[in-house]
């Protein structure tokens, strides 16, 4: 017979204890566990689980609050009028304005921007559609000199008719296009945050290799994102004046700093809209040409 003590799935101790002829043998201990010892133990346990798996499921936790940041904002369609405020880098500030139209929502959405003012642009005007395993495809009229032209990957860097928004900044982000990492909680402008860091997967041709997203954790809005190239943070975004539209939680003032140039850009939007009805036909390179 195997010696009990030798089994390796064993885990309590064996000591001698005399049976009623006297001799001595080996016997499972049968006292009482010792609680206090076992409750440490599991306790030591536990923390070696945590600490195997902390990672992974840090990763994950910060996947899962993009989706939900994204799930709670989603609406079939958007519509709003913009009012734009451009602060150069000598003071000097600009107006524009233009109208926004978008049908569908990250990474399968379809979005119009048109110009109403001042004369100078407009009438221009940009095509979005967004995928969700790839770059967008930018076209641009121009009226002034009558064509429309694709915008290229490499020129989604420039800036947008002298804002502060570049192209690809104009884009919607899929989550599904970064990798994501948790990296801790701070306050922006008061409110309690979770501070993630999203990098473009391979397939996402993107100017910048960092950017770090602060999400609110009352009602899942990005208050701010700080986009890196390289080391060096080049555009920050920052979305204020959140208000429940239409039961979805939206920012109504964006804030977007070129911290290269050291200008700024304020929009605000007004006459804002959900679920209007949108057709698809009005989202084509044709449609662009079209004087609204």
């Keep these: 017979m195997n010696d009990p003590c030798r089994l ?70 958007q519509r709003y009028e913009g009012v734009l405020e451009v602060t150069g880098p000598d003071s000097k500030v600009t107006r524009k304005s233009w109208q926004n139209w978008r049908l569908g929502s990250y990474g399968n959405s ?12 407009k009438g221009v005007a940009l095509l979005v559609i967004n995928h969700s395993d790839r770059a967008s495809d930018q076209w641009m009229w121009t009226p002034a000199i009558g064509r429309d032209r694709r915008i290229a990957l490499q020129d989604r860097s420039t800036r947008f008719f002298g804002t502060d928004f570049s192209f690809e900044d104009l884009e919607e982000r899929d989550a599904g296009q970064y990798d994501y990492k948790l990296t801790g909680e701070e306050a922006i402008a008061g409110a309690p945050c979770w501070r993630i860091e999203a990098r473009p997967t391979q397939s996402k041709i993107s100017q910048y290799t ?54 700024r850009t304020v929009l605000r939007l007004e006459k804002l809209e959900y679920n209007v009805p949108l057709k698809e036909e009005d989202f084509t390179v044709q449609a662009l040409r079209r004087e609204q």
């Design 210 to 263: 960092l950017s770090r997203i602060w999400i609110r954790k009352d009602n899942y809005v990005p208050a701010q994102y700080e986009n890196f190239v390289k080391d060096q943070p080049v555009r920050r975004l920052e979305q204020k004046d959140i208000q429940n539209i239409q039961g979805i939680w939206t920012p109504r003032t964006l804030e977007m700093t070129d911290l290269r140039r050291k200008s």
């Design 110 to 121: 379809k979005a119009i921007i048109r110009f109403t003012a001042p004369a100078e642009v």
């Design 8 to 77: 390796p799935w064993r885990t309590h101790s064996c000591v001698p204890r005399r049976d009623s002829s006297r001799r001595a043998t080996l016997t499972p201990n049968r006292q009482p566990y010792n609680v206090r010892q076992t409750t440490k133990n599991n306790g030591l346990s536990y923390l070696l689980i945590v600490a195997a798996f902390a990672s992974p499921l840090i990763a994950q936790d910060a996947r899962q609050i993009v989706e939900e940041s994204q799930r709670r904002g989603k609406a079939n369609s």
